[in-house]
Every structure is written in C-alpha cells, then in structure tokens.
C-alpha cells in the first residue's frame, strides 16, 4: 500500500544505535527544592543528571497500580547519549532514549494530573527554517503504554520562499499553550536539548517560550512586554518584509526538449507512481500498487497551463488539466480472471497529484519543477525548507554546500511536498504506460 519511508529529522545523520555500550553505574532522578526541572549537563561538562541540592527522589506511579516506581539515567555510547529507564522492583517497565547528536531530541517529563502521574514525550524540530512540534501524553497502566492525550504542529520561517506553507500565530500560541500548562504539572527526567534546557533556564520554570524569536536581532527583537501572540504577529510581519519573494518570470514552454520520465515512490512497498512530462507542458501517468491479489491502478493525463520560470534551476508550473483514464469511477472494483488465478483491481486517484485529503488535484494547483542543478544549503536556494520533497529522493542525501546539487530533475507538488523524480526505466516503457 501507500507506505512512506518518514525521516523526523529530514535529513540529519542520526545515531540511532542501541544501548550497545551502557555504564554499568545508573543515576536515580531527583527533584531540585527550588526548580521544577532538573538541567543535565553535557557529557563532557559533567556525567551528573541531577542538580547538585536535591533531597528527593522521584517515585513516581506511572502503572497506576499503587507501587513507587524507581526512574534512572544510563550513559549510552561514551556519553552520546541517555536512556531514561522505569524500574518497579526488579523489573524493567519502561525505556526511553536520546542522543545528543538528534536535533530532533524528544524530552521526557513525569507529569503529575489529578494526583495521577503521566509521561509526556515532547518534541520541538526546526531544520531548515521548517518547524515540527510534538507532544503525546501517556500511561503505563496495565502494561501498556496508553496515549492520554497528544497533538502537533509544523509550520516553517522561509516566508520569501515559494515553499513556504504556513505560519499561524493563533494555533502555535494554542498549540503552546497546552504544551505549557501540561509543564506547569511536570517535573523534567530527560532532556539533552540544548535551546530547549536554555529556554528554561531563561524562563526560570518549565516553560517554552520558542527560542528561535530571540534569534533574528537585530532584524527582530522580541518585546517582553508583550505576548506570544503579539509577537508572533510581529515576527510574521518584520520576515515577511525582510525575505523578498521571488518574482516569477513568465515563459513559453518547459526548459526540456524531450519526454521527462519520471517516478514516485517510497522504495517501500509495491507501489509507485510513474509521470512521462512532454516540453509543452502535457504529461501522462499512471499508478499502481499491488497487495497480494489486489491492485490499485489509476491512469491519467494533462496539462501544466503556466510555466514561471523562479531561479535558473526550477520553475513554478500551475496545473490546467488533470483527466483520469482508467475507464471507472475512483472506488470502483472488478475482477480479472488468469487461469485459475483472479486479480481484483480497484480504481484509485493519481497518487502523487492529489490534495491533502486525498483527492485529485483541482486546476490552478502548483508544482515546481527543478532541474539538475538545485540547491538546498542556504535560505534562498531551490531546495532549502523543501523537507517533505526531500524525504522521496532516491537515494536521500543531504545539502550542505552550493557542490551539493539535486543531480536529476525533480517536480515538487507543492500542495502536499511529495516529489516525482527522473526514471530512466520511463523510456522502457511503452507509450509511456505500464501495462
């Protein structure tokens, strides 16, 4: 089925490495007598978790079954990382690990609701300007680990950029203000995230206040007399004017002079999409995804109306026509008889030019069409914040300097982020179609 390889981190090398090396010395968490957080050090600061005047430790009941339950921090890998381990007598209910080269570090905290006690997981990401935010709230009743209540939100800073989607001062402040009022009933036992750590030092408490506003003096300066959302508001309003959009140029036709092949696909599953792109600017595919005896399949053509030429190596293409050939209606199911073997087909929407919800992209929508030589490495290039498209390169690489190119052509779709990409199987295939 529609399986799709997910890199939280989009793009950062990750030690994701079992506990292949665990000192042998565990260190119980302890609350402090003024902080309701516990600040660890760096490994090679100092291999103590704990804040130095403490008389408590934390015994949480996170089973809910009326035992205390003891918490320790392991060292992982020569102090790369720390795994946070639940004990209840002698055995092991619970292990969360982090490592320290992991932007996407999750924190863990005991959160105490009702007299009930709770882990809640949290996540806050920004790669390339691109925000993902997460936090899920748990227990570990009857042995397994129950999501109480949990919620998200990404949006991204690269308000020139023609990828950028969304910036809602409204729903981060709500987003955040449950975060912060779940903090404000939490006590910190893992967190090796250093603008995180730095934000509550500054706040004094558990609070995140979202580091990267204090991040763009001296174009933005945060005003502490006023909230979150006004500042957000603000913020929005200073970049906007500070990062130009790209102007668009308009142009004849694509800046190809044969059939583009192209494909679309996880590298997971039996399913892939497959795109022949003309220079004028038609284009005709199909998809197709197998499981056992069932088949998914969806033909289709059309049209990109308007090429918009953004830098000298992507274009920005707006969808005219989208037409779906398979000959039934997207649902509908028949049979195919082979001897004794029977394939039962279902016709499906073009994967890959379908909306957030699924279904077949409307006219007007957009794609951008990048050539060979994108970049990624610095705001203002083809690919920068680009993170979603980038997780569907085959095989998935980085962008850390201008000598770091896309290397074949790609075409974004830019209401959902997923890319098609250069095939050369395309030119195997008949008319352009798989039969």
């Given at each position: 089925?529609?399986?799709?390889?997910?890199?939280?981190?989009?793009?950062?090398?990750?030690?994701?490495?079992?506990?292949?090396?665990?000192?042998?010395?565990?260190?119980?968490?302890?609350?402090?007598?003024?902080?309701?957080?516990?600040?660890?050090?760096?490994?090679?600061?100092?291999?103590?978790?704990?804040?130095?005047?403490?008389?408590?430790?934390?015994?949480?009941?996170?089973?809910?079954?009326?035992?205390?339950?003891?918490?320790?921090?392991?060292?992982?890998d020569n102090g790369q990382g720390r795994q946070l381990e639940i004990w209840e007598?002698?055995?092991?209910?619970?292990?969360?690990?982090?490592?320290?080269?992991?932007?996407?570090?999750?924190?863990?905290?005991?959160?105490?609701?009702?007299?009930?006690?709770?882990?809640?997981?949290?996540?806050?990401?920004?790669?390339?300007?691109?925000?993902?935010?997460?936090?899920?709230?748990?227990?570990?009743?009857?042995?397994?680990?129950?999501?109480?209540?949990?919620?998200?939100?990404?949006?991204?800073?690269?308000?020139?950029?023609?990828?950028?989607?969304?910036?809602?001062?409204?729903?981060?402040?709500?987003?955040?203000?449950?975060?912060?009022?779940?903090?404000?009933?939490?006590?910190?036992?893992?967190?090796?995230?250093?603008?995180?750590?730095?934000?509550?030092?500054?706040?004094?408490?558990?609070?995140?206040?979202?580091?990267?506003?204090?991040?763009?003096?001296?174009?933005?300066?945060?005003?502490?007399?006023?909230?979150?959302?006004?500042?957000?508001?603000?913020?929005?309003?200073?970049?906007?004017?500070?990062?130009?959009?790209?102007?668009?140029?308009?142009?004849?036709?694509?800046?190809?002079?044969?059939?583009?092949?192209?494909?679309?696909?996880?590298?997971?599953?039996?399913?892939?999409?497959?795109?022949?792109?003309?220079?004028?600017?038609?284009?005709?595919?199909?998809?197709?995804?197998?499981?056992?005896?069932?088949?998914?399949?969806?033909?289709?053509?059309g049209r990109f109306g308007k090429v918009e030429k953004l830098t000298d190596a992507?274009?920005?293409?707006?969808?005219?026509?989208?037409?779906?050939?398979?000959?039934?209606?997207?649902?509908?199911?028949?049979?195919?008889?082979?001897?004794?073997?029977?394939?039962?087909?279902?016709?499906?929407?073009?994967?890959?030019?379908?909306?957030?919800?699924?279904?077949?992209?409307?006219?007007?929508?957009?794609?951008?069409?990048?050539?060979?030589?994108?970049?990624?490495?610095?705001?203002?290039?083809?690919?920068?914040?680009?993170?979603?498209?980038?997780?569907?390169?085959?095989?998935?690489?980085?962008?850390?300097?201008?000598?770091?190119?896309?290397?074949?052509?790609?075409?974004?779709?830019?209401?959902?982020?997923?890319?098609?990409?250069?095939?050369?199987?395309?030119?195997?295939?008949?008319?352009?179609?798989?039969?």
């Open positions: 089925m529609k399986i799709k390889i997910c890199f939280i981190l989009l793009g950062i090398s990750i030690a994701f490495t079992c506990a292949c090396s665990e000192r042998q010395n565990t260190i119980k968490i302890a609350a402090a007598k003024d902080k309701w957080f516990i600040s660890p050090e760096v490994p090679e600061q100092s291999d103590n978790e704990t804040t130095a005047d403490t008389d408590s430790v934390i015994a949480p009941d996170l089973n809910h079954n009326g035992i205390a339950e003891e918490v320790r921090l392991i060292e992982l007598n002698s055995e092991r209910l619970h292990v969360e690990t982090s490592y320290y080269t992991n932007p996407g570090w999750v924190s863990i905290f005991l959160c105490t609701l009702d007299g009930e006690d709770y882990l809640l997981r949290y996540c806050s990401t920004m790669y390339q300007r691109t925000c993902y935010y997460s936090y899920r709230l748990s227990s570990l009743a009857e042995g397994k680990d129950t999501i109480i209540q949990m919620n998200q939100i990404d949006f991204d800073i690269n308000f020139g950029s023609p990828i950028h989607s969304s910036f809602d001062p409204e729903a981060i402040v709500a987003f955040m203000d449950e975060v912060n009022d779940l903090f404000s009933h939490s006590i910190q036992m893992l967190c090796i995230d250093s603008n995180l750590l730095n934000t509550f030092k500054k706040e004094g408490r558990l609070y995140d206040s979202l580091w990267w506003l204090d991040d763009w003096e001296p174009d933005f300066i945060r005003d502490e007399n006023k909230s979150l959302l006004e500042n957000l508001k603000d913020f929005r309003n200073t970049m906007s004017a500070l990062q130009e959009s790209i102007k668009p140029e308009a142009i004849d036709e694509l800046p190809i002079t044969e059939t583009l092949g192209m494909s679309f696909y996880s590298g997971a599953g039996a399913w892939q999409t497959f795109l022949g792109l003309n220079p004028d600017g038609s284009f005709v595919g199909e998809y197709s995804d197998a499981d056992a005896d069932k088949v998914y399949l969806c033909y289709f053509h992507s274009w920005l293409l707006t969808l005219e026509e989208l037409e779906l050939d398979t000959g039934c209606n997207v649902g509908e199911e028949w049979d195919v008889k082979d001897g004794d073997y029977t394939l039962h087909f279902h016709s499906s929407n073009p994967y890959g030019f379908e909306d957030m919800d699924g279904a077949a992209l409307k006219p007007g929508a957009q794609f951008i069409l990048y050539s060979p030589d994108a970049v990624g490495h610095e705001p203002g290039t083809e690919l920068y914040g680009a993170l979603e498209f980038q997780t569907w390169m085959h095989p998935y690489r980085q962008f850390h300097s201008a000598g770091d190119n896309l290397g074949f052509w790609g075409l974004q779709n830019l209401e959902t982020g997923q890319g098609f990409f250069e095939d050369a199987r395309y030119d195997e295939l008949e008319d352009g179609r798989v039969y």
